[in-house]
Each structure stands twice: as C-alpha cells, then as structure tokens.
C-alpha cells in the first residue's frame, strides 16, 4: 500500500447533487471503494490519450489543514505527493459529446472506442489499472436505498506500487506517459 485517500462530497455547486473529476490516469494501481452514495466512472484505455486532448498543463491543488495557531484554518496547497500527480485531459463529461467535438474536432479520428462506464454503489469496488484514463461523477445518496443514509457521499482510495517481480514493466507506463503528452 502506497496511499490511501478519503474523499467526501455532499453535491456540486449551486445545489447539483453530484460532482465531478475530469479526466486523468494515476501512476500507481488504484482500488476506489464506494461507502455511501455512488459513482459513475468512465474509463478510456491508455493508447486512447490522444483523443483525450492529454495535457500535463492542468493546475492541480489540494486543501490542508493547519491548527498550529489554536484554530483550524483550510488553505489551498499545491499537490504534496508527486505520486498520486496526474496528467488531465481538455475533454470532459461534463459536456456533450457534440460540443467535446465542436472544442477539439479532432476527437472524431482518434477516439477508437466510446469510454467504459460503470455505476458503483455502496460496497462497490473498482480496480484502475496505472495508465488508464478515468473520469468519475460522485453523487451524494439519495436516501432511497437502504443503508444509504448518510449526508455525503463517502469513498476511499488505495494505490498500490508495483510488486518487485512486475518492476520490469515500468518501462511500459512510462511509454504510455510519454504518449500521453504528444
């Protein structure tokens, strides 16, 4: 185990009840487990990244919290660990498939395949290889099934590093990486 993350969400901005991660792909083997509401995720294969319009160029930030001063106070840092660090891509779910088109023509030419998607709900768990492109819309619960009463959403992450014997393969990510950026 390399990292482990909790991540919370009670909806989007100006009341939606979901929000969203663009798309990106992690460095490490990643097992995403839903607690509470659910998730939709869409996953593109690593050869798919140009079609993504793949970008190392995408701020990334986290939040910190600091109660040295006697009271807790959020900042806005920037990433800590260069581990979990990701490249992002310019296409997003967020908007419609024509208007992804209408931004960035050439997607037509080099999506080969349309995203998997899957919708995990509580006790659901995915596994997301190194390399490969996920984008996922956390919902919060909507009370209608049982168990799901909780206010937020509610998940958590694990990232594995390679085990030695695959450590051979790193030349390959690191391919995919470098495919990535073109």
Known sequence: LKERRIWM???GAKGASYVSAGFHWD???NVHVVLSGSKEVFLVPPLQAPALRATRFCPQAQWQM???AGRMTLQK???ISTESSTDY???SIEQSCSENLRRHPQMAEDMKESPLKVLLQPGDAIYIPPGWWHSIRTHRPSHDSPGDDLPLALSVNFWYDLPPELKSYASL???MEILSWQ
């Open 77 to 79: 840092a920037p990433m």
């Open 9 to 11: 969400s009670s909806g």
């Open 27 to 29: 460095h490490m083997h």
């Open 89 to 91: 891509a310019l296409v």
């Open 66 to 68: 600091d109660c040295s």
């Open 173 to 175: 990510l690191l391919t």
